[in-house]
Each structure stands twice: as structure tokens, then as C-alpha cells.
């Protein structure tokens, strides 16, 4: 499985758009980028999931360039409710396990 | 939206009993997972399970814990002689094994005293 390198931490401040980047450089030919969300003492929550170019949903977007080595979160204007621990995982398959790093842990101000 | 459900969401238990975790996952998924988070440090895995039996397991994963799905809905995790470093929060979650991503249950903050 791809080892995945996220800042450990990072403050914005409310209505700002806020983006974390992570980097993936042995990400394999079959491996999709997943973003996952989590509260403190709750579990995780899917966030966006992408294999290349740009995914939006209702909630974020991700960035993923052509060579497929990074990928970027972005977060339009947050709240004070996306305070969390942001979680970038890297791997194969809508049924394999999932391995979390130490996630980012985003601290939004007002 | 559906919901992966866990009960209790605290059990405090004393070192050496038997503890039993109760997951009722997302009806229509048929794989299901446990994984716990230890406070402060990452999730981690344990076992996955699909077709009535473990699909992978860790290392952590060891002859003191099973999983069971006694019925058409429940997913239990069973630690036989639980130990001081069993303490942690153990999450369930789902997956249709189709759609994107997993669904977590709120967990169940378990501490062995």
C-alpha cells in the first residue's frame, strides 16, 4: 500500500477556502486517492474519492495531477464545524482495508 | 442517509472479562470491518469479514478477539480476556463493495480497568 505525507496540522479562519495537500509517490497503477473526515471521538466519515483529474461533490473538491504523485483537498469557505482530523488514504478496491496516517488535524478559527 | 449503528457507545469492563461489541451495519452492504483507535493515536485495523467468514485479519488481531454475524444484521466483536491496553474506541463500518468509501459507526469507547 502507498505511503501517504500530510501536514500535521494547519489553521484557517471561517469563509476561507482551505487546502491540504498530500503526497503519494508509490501510488500504484490501480490505487484510487480517498479523503476521509473525523471528529473527535467519532468515526471516520467519507469524504471524496478520486483516481485522476478533479472530483467536486457537495461538500469538497480534490485535485489530483496528471502523474497521479499528490493530490489536494480543497475545502470552500469552512465553518467552524470543519474543525477535524483529515485523513488521506491511498489504495485499491471498494472492499480492501484502509491504512490511516496521522491524518491533518485542521483548526478553524473565527 | 443510512447509518452503521454500534452499541454501547461506553462499556467499561474489568481486565480479564469477556467484552461483546454490537455493530448492526448498513443493510444492504455485505462486507464489514472492525478497526479501533487507541486515544491519540491512529485508526488502525483489525479484521474484515465478508460471506460469513474473515477475509484478513492483523496482527493485532489475535486469538483473544472474533467476529461473528449471529443474524441476518448484527456484526459482533468479541475480546475474551480483555487487557488494560484493549482500551481504546472500536469502530465498525460497511461497504457495499461498490459505491466509494466505507460507512463508520459512531464507535464504542471501551475501557478496561
Known amino acids: 500500500l502507498a505511503k501517504t505525507t500530510q501536514p500535521i496540522s494547519m489553521d484557517s479562519y471561517e469563509g476561507q477556502e482551505v487546502n491540504i495537500t498530500c503526497s503519494h509517490n508509490?501510488?500504484?497503477?490501480?490505487?484510487?486517492i480517498t479523503w476521509y473526515q473525523q471528529f473527535p471521538s467519532q468515526g471516520p466519515r467519507f469524504i471524496i474519492q478520486?483516481?485522476?483529474t478533479k472530483v467536486t461533490n457537495e461538500v469538497a473538491s480534490l485535485f489530483i495531477p496528471a502523474d497521479r504523485k499528490s493530490s489536494t483537498l480543497s475545502l470552500p469557505r469552512v465553518s467552524l464545524s470543519d474543525t477535524a482530523v483529515y485523513y488521506c488514504?491511498?489504495?485499491?478496491?471498494?472492499?480492501?482495508?484502509?491504512?490511516f496516517g496521522t491524518g491533518t488535524l485542521l483548526a478553524v478559527q473565527p | 442517509e443510512p447509518e452503521v449503528t454500534q452499541t454501547p457507545s461506553h462499556q467499561v469492563t474489568q481486565m480479564g472479562q469477556e467484552v461483546i461489541l454490537r455493530c448492526v451495519p448498513i443493510?444492504?452492504?455485505?462486507?464489514f470491518y472492525w478497526y479501533r483507535q487507541i486515544l491519540g493515536q491512529k485508526v488502525e485495523f483489525l479484521v474484515s469479514?465478508?460471506?460469513?467468514?474473515?477475509?484478513?485479519k492483523s496482527e493485532i488481531f489475535d486469538d483473544q478477539f472474533s467476529v461473528e454475524r449471529p443474524d441476518g444484521s448484527n456484526f459482533t466483536l468479541k475480546i475474551r480476556s480483555t487487557k488494560l491496553e484493549d482500551s481504546a474506541m472500536y469502530f465498525c463500518?460497511?461497504?457495499?463493495?461498490?459505491?466509494?468509501?466505507?460507512?463508520f459507526g459512531s464507535g464504542t469507547r471501551l475501557t478496561v480497568v
Open positions: 488514504l491511498v489504495g485499491g478496491g471498494a472492499t480492501n482495508k484502509l491504512i
Open positions: 463500518a460497511s461497504s457495499d463493495g461498490e459505491a466509494y468509501g466505507y460507512t
Open positions: 508509490n501510488i500504484a497503477t490501480n490505487d484510487y
Open positions: 478520486g483516481y485522476k
Open positions: 469479514f465478508y460471506n460469513n467468514e474473515i477475509s484478513e
Open positions: 443493510s444492504n452492504h455485505l462486507y
